[in-house]
């Protein structure tokens, strides 16, 4: 059996073709493939110690050989994990023929638009990820800076994301690296061949392209008039002149006036004064947002007009699915919320059933009290008492208060943990201001940081370049964070990606993740935490 090529992307056509098969037959392919998650232990707080991977086979089609036992068939690469797989040939009846062909698929990479104005958004589609040492992370840079880091495990090794443009009107440039450990790694080309190791794959493809930013000039949709450069010495300077030749025109004058015991010199104020005022009112209606500017030197003249738009500060999440344990007792005391993910200060419904009917009960909540050096545990924290109705039930609302994020319980007594309220405290995040000039302190405020180290910090990356870490556990789960605005009048970026402290370090090809850098696969992330993306709008001064 052999395959043509033998490397693609995934969706690229193939051919293989087999001889020596048994005549008049049909069969089956079979691709080789591995089912792939992180694996996560609790020595001595929650974390990534490796991976774990179960070979499974996927199913590519059904062939049919001729009178010679040859076949030819094309197929699509099928999405899956970059890498060699196997290809082979069943029986109807599951045996498995010997002959296999190998097949490599290639990591690949796509991103759209490729141009437009400061805060873009910028979909990247990558396919033939893995799982090896140097193939599980990739790492992205924005103009030689880092952004971040993606990974596919739990999605066959295809994932997406969006990053944001950022920088000055012109071409920025963007690369992707495998990485490990760590930053991305630049010449794995020279790295340890796969002889010595079976990490090292897919090959190394390194990914080069340009994103242009367009200029536009941005707005502000309450001061529109704040954001408008005036800027025109020789301007001034002529309605300057025009308004001293306008005054010392009449101050020379014998006019009646005189008659009337005004001041030569002072009328001249006043008319100096007059012509200026109305010659930056010329100017300042020539210069408006919408107006053309019109530059005459000798006989060369242009016009330029720039696009304008009003700026409205962007504030999104990108949240995976969280899935709670479900209170399942339907008798006997018990208790349920809604909803079970909420975020600190959301409301929650607390409702009980079974209890003894006009008895008082003291309610509980958990959570988790501790540090990172010297270790956390679950603490009982006082709610609130309750009364049953006649019919045994009670409900009230609840604020989620300022807590770490993660799972909770609410509870009465000696509840069974299928008795329990479940629900989750889910990472939330804000800035404290969305405009200004350049040195503004900008607070970026997140609550409901875990205490895991899988969950116990938030990576943060300013303009598409990672600028560090916050950690919320010794602070119950609030992590503030101040940035200074800088760079050019414009669109400023604020990304907060959900990141790894630490897990484990042994080197071997199943220790694989990036501590502390941004992950920009959120839905990847194994505790699938976040991300957020804010706007910043650098005003002028």
Same mark, same amino acid.
């Given at each position: ?180 450990? %760590? ?71 014998? @006019?009646?006036? @005189? ?19 109305? %010659? ?169 940081? %875990? ?51 630490? %897990? ?9 993740? @990036? ?27």
């Amino acid at each position: 059996m052999t395959v043509s090529p033998n490397a693609a992307i995934v969706g690229a056509k193939i051919t293989v073709t087999g001889t020596g098969f048994p005549p008049n037959t049909s069969l089956t392919l079979q691709w080789a493939s591995v089912n792939a998650s992180w694996v996560i232990q609790a020595i001595p707080t929650p974390q990534v110690t490796g991976i774990s991977t179960a070979a499974i086979q996927i199913t590519l089609g059904s062939a049919q050989t001729d009178a010679t036992g040859s076949f030819s068939m094309q197929m699509a690469v099928p999405t899956d994990y970059g890498g060699a797989h196997f290809i082979q040939a069943f029986l109807a009846n599951g045996t498995a023929l010997p002959a296999k062909a190998t097949f490599t698929v290639e990591p690949s990479f796509h991103f759209s638009p490729t141009s437009g104005p400061d805060g873009t958004p910028i979909t990247f589609v990558a396919t033939g990820l893995s799982y090896g040492l140097y193939s599980t992370s990739y790492y992205l840079s924005w103009d030689n800076s880092i952004a971040g880091y993606m990974t596919a495990l739990s999605s066959a090794g295809a994932t997406n994301f969006t990053i944001y443009a950022s920088g000055v009107p012109g071409t920025h440039y963007i690369a992707i690296y495998q990485g490990y450990p %760590g930053p991305a790694y630049l010449n794995p080309q020279q790295g340890p061949p796969s002889s010595e190791t079976q990490s090292v794959f897919p090959p190394y493809i390194p990914f080069y392209a340009n994103f242009t930013v367009t200029p536009e000039q941005v707005i502000s949709s309450t001061t529109a008039d704040a954001f408008t450069t005036h800027n025109s010495p020789a301007f001034g300077a002529f309605a300057l002149l025009a308004a001293l030749a306008g005054g010392a025109l009449f101050v020379s004058r014998k @006019e009646p006036y @005189e008659r009337k015991g005004i001041s030569r010199a002072l009328l001249a104020v006043v008319i100096i004064v007059i012509v200026a005022v109305a %010659g930056i009112g010329l100017y300042a209606a020539t210069s408006a947002p919408g107006a053309s500017t019109s530059i005459s030197q000798s006989s060369t003249s242009r016009t330029t007009s720039i696009p304008q738009v009003s700026f409205s500060p962007e504030a999104s999440v990108v949240r995976p699915h969280i899935s709670v344990p479900v209170n399942v007792a339907t008798t006997g005391p018990r208790i349920g919320l809604s909803p079970t993910v909420a975020s600190v200060g959301d409301n929650i419904t607390v409702t009980g059933a079974g209890f003894t009917p006009n008895a008082q009960y003291p309610l509980i909540w958990t959570t988790v009290k501790g540090s990172n050096l010297l270790g956390y545990k679950p603490t009982d924290v006082p709610l609130r008492n309750v009364t049953a109705a006649a019919d045994g039930s009670f409900s009230f609302s609840w604020k989620v208060p300022p807590a770490l994020g993660g799972i909770h319980f609410i509870a009465a007594g000696n509840l069974t943990e299928n008795s329990n309220g479940t629900f989750f405290i889910q990472r939330s995040a804000k800035i404290s201001a969305t405009q200004g000039p350049q040195g503004t302190q900008i607070q970026v405020i997140m609550q409901g940081v %875990g205490y895991t180290f899988n969950t116990n910090i938030a990576a943060v990356d300013y303009d598409n370049s990672y600028i560090g870490y916050a950690c919320g556990f010794n602070s119950g789960g609030n992590a503030t964070v101040a940035i200074v605005a800088t760079g050019a009048p414009g669109i400023h970026t604020i990304d907060i990606y959900p990141s790894v402290w630490w %897990g484990g370090s042994q080197f071997t090809a199943q220790q694989i993740v @990036e501590y502390r850098y941004p992950l920009l696969t959120p839905q990847d992330h194994p505790a699938l935490m976040p991300s957020f993306h804010f706007t910043f709008l650098m005003t002028p001064g």
